[in-house]
């Protein structure tokens, strides 16, 4: 319990140093939100622009706006605090999509993004489990060589290769599923599969090693002499020692599911929140960038922690001090 | 969402559906589908007719101009629009605290250039006013021949006042929205959809055939393509939006049509670096490059090389024939071979007179493009490759490639920090001057370095003169001085746009040169 709430503080120094990183970084970059293919009808209403925005402002005030630590003259001719900032929980207007707020947009495009991933972890477990398991029990049959093939392809074909393939083949060839676009069941299969099918390889090679391993110690000799039946032998006795790999794997899996879905939302047009990631830092939406960044950088560390404290409940012998 | 009576793939994701502040192409789809102003855009023409103005009076020095207001003109939210509505619109896109990026085309009317540039303040001084409740008189600056059509511009739109003063910014994000044009807004979805519905209130609301309109946003030319094949969309509307490496087998089907736009890709040269500011070296450079290869080769749509930067049939005006002009205009190989070997000698002619016979002591210099841009197939990197070939081969010098991200691109550019850079330009309005004001010595879209007083000089004349044919010549002159004789800039070809729609089942899109097509005019054929 000491240890976790000490990682939990350690987090907040952590968040603010990667945040800050963000901020300052994504202004360096050549260009900015307003650079367009075309100028501003005029110099006045370029920096118009800019001020309705705060870029005109030094860096350094910038930054104790975006915080909400910046203090002004009002019209009143009274000092008060500069409205909203991180600190009030507010992360401003998104500078590309200048109607919609940051938050705004994420409140719309996580939870997408949180269930295409869950939905790809799911598929990966359940890919991933049973080829990993039948193969170690059949090891060296035919049956042995294709699934492990199978995992192995799986884990090196890149997403934004995948996703096309499967698209040709079940959306457009065969007619099975919708080939893109987010809200009804059918159409969350193919970009489940084309996120979670790498990791279920990577799950299928971790659950042939750990039941490989567990099939060779002494234990299962002992049960199978006990005369234990085949099944009871894989399942009861073998089964939990090999899956404990693949439930270390699976925090950090879940952390680049959640977060690594910018490719398979792109291909299959998902509104996630992905795929503002990427466009974000391209079209120097600043506040967009670093709003990202802050979520991004929270759920990391989180999960992290989570795994680990996880970890320290499955497995007895794992101790924090 | 039950799915829309019509769907259009409409590209990007939207940034903004405020007709004053809005710069992109896609999100002016939408918006003017929410938004009218005087004139609207004609479906056929892409020019402007008659809108929330039934009728308008021309002075006869062409510089007044009254519009008759309809008298059933409403807001979706039934409000009546009104003379007084256009006045308070017109003169808040004026006003710098708007920051409209687009209000340069008030520069037409009388005070507009003076309170967007912030010499004036006062707003009242801008050149429309309210003669009653159903007339609007605008003053001009000069004879405008095309200022019908710039009426039709979203920025030109007439906006919900009340709204406005209420939410500031934000007031697009009103619910309801009172929208001026022949659709509301249901919902708008950050990078999803924008879904419209038909204004029972629009004047022309007997006209307007589809009920429910979505506008499903895509930067990804292979999943349109998908999206459109499985019939989820019903129009693939956004010319970026084809994957260029398809375009031999999509050209051959009866659902992909191309059209002629007013754009043009060219390229700059820096005139302020050496040895760029010698006009023999850039009119060596010029004639080197066989456009031929690049439309025939890379492009493939048929696109038309070029020597001018104005598209042909640009509001009824011809380009003149700009250097080079010979290899663009042969209709066939052998024409072409004899065009190019006679460019080719003038070329290495010009290039030993300022002083580097067959490339000896030329410097290296870069040629900077967007990395990823022209529909994420490489297009413009494919042409600076067939460019350094060319240099090379025929000239002798050498140019290094320098892709750089979109930002960086643009960041260079207005810096002058580039020695030749890739360029393009859409226009805004069928009229030579959206192409040629671009090169004038204050504008801020020349970004060459390239000042001429002349040019500059008979820009202006043509401003002030009401005669058509004699405004069209001086144009033609200025364009003689800056594509035949100067060469700033290179250009390379006219763009052909391509959408997909099956003309079996959707009617109503027609090609015009403005690549204007209203989602009202828009219908499916049961």
Known sequence: MRYFLRRLAFLVPLVWVIVTLAFFLVRVAPGGPFDRERKPASPAVERALAEKYHLDESMGSQYLRFLGLKWETGPDGHWHRAPGGLLVGDLGLSLKYRNHTVTDIIRQGL????????????????????IGFYTAVRRGSWGDWIGSLLALVVICVPGFVLGPVLILVFGLQLGWFPVGLWGAPLQAVLPMAALGLFFGGRVARLMREGMTQSLQSEYIRTARAKGASELRVLLRHAFPTAVMPVVSYSGPMLA???TGSFVVENIFQIPGIGVFMVNSSLSRDYTMVVGLVLLYAILLLVLNLLVDLAYGLLDPRVRYE | MPRADLVVLNG???????????????????????????????PVSGRGVPGLAERWDVSPNGRRYTFHLRTNAAFSTGEPIRAEDFVWSWRHAVDPSTAADYSGFFFYVKGGKELVTGTSTNLASLGIRALNPLMVEVELVNPTPFFVDLCAMRIMAVMPRWTVERFGDQWVRAEPLPCSGAFELVAWLPNNRVRVRKSPRYWDAANVRPQVVDFLSSDSPSTALNLYLTGEVDVLIEKGLIPIELNDVLLKRPDFHTFSYLGTYFMRFNVTRKPFDDVRVRRAMSLVLDKWRIVDRITKLGERPTSAVTPPGTGGYSPPPGLGHNLCVATNAAERAVAFTANLAEAKRLLAEAGYPEGRGFPTFTYMFNAGGGGGSRTHEKIAVEFQAMLQEHLGIQMELRPVEWKTYLSEMSRLNYDVIRGSWVGDYQDPTTFLDCFLGDSGNNRTGWKNARYDALRERAAGTSDPAARVALLQEAETLLCRDEVPILPVFTYTGLYAYDPNRVGGIHPNLTDEHPVSAMFLKR
Do not use: K, N, W, Y
């Not at chain 2, 903004?16 to 009218?36: I, K, Y």
């Open chain 2, 12 to 42: 990007p994701e939207i940034e903004t559906l405020d007709p004053h502040v809005l710069t992109g192409q896609a999100d002016g789809r939408v918006s003017g589908a929410l938004f009218e102003g005087l004139t609207r855009f004609d």
């Open chain 1, 256 to 258: 680049d599911l959640l």
């Open chain 1, 111 to 130: 939870p997408v993004s949180l269930t295409l991933g869950i939905l790809a972890f799911g598929f990966a477990m359940g890919f991933g489990i049973p």
